[in-house]
């Protein structure tokens, strides 16, 4: 077993920026994939962006330019970076944490981007 602690997400303003961090425990492989999802009201959950344990990222093209993943092997912690949000980044972000035969996923937190 695998849990997902997020934290980070909140009330910012249009061009502001927020930090997201997810610290995993538990039974962790070493060849894993990390990473972000969000779903708006509404909407499907969609990939914000992940990064592997070779530390190899993909990104959402709506995200491009403006957040940044990154993680802490030692903490089995990932962050994402997110600057310069929009109204449309609204959203319930959530922690992934996947192997090739598991895949957990955190409580979600909400990130709002309105003035």
Do not use: H
Not at 38 to 64: C, F, M
């Amino acid at each position: 077993q695998v849990q997902l602690v997020e934290s980070g997400g909140g009330l910012v303003q249009p061009g502001g920026s927020l930090r997201l961090s997810c610290a995993a425990s538990g039974s962790i492989f070493s060849a894993n994939v990390m990473g972000w999802y969000r779903q708006a009201p509404g909407k499907q959950r969609e990939l914000v962006a992940n990064i592997n344990s070779g530390g190899g990222t993909n990104y959402a093209d709506s995200v491009k330019g403006r957040f940044t993943i990154s993680r802490d092997y030692a903490k089995n912690t990932v962050y994402l970076q997110m600057n310069s949000l929009k109204p449309e980044d609204t959203a319930v972000y959530y922690c992934q944490y996947r192997t090739a035969w598991d895949n957990y996923w955190g409580q979600g937190t909400q990130v709002t981007v309105s003035s």
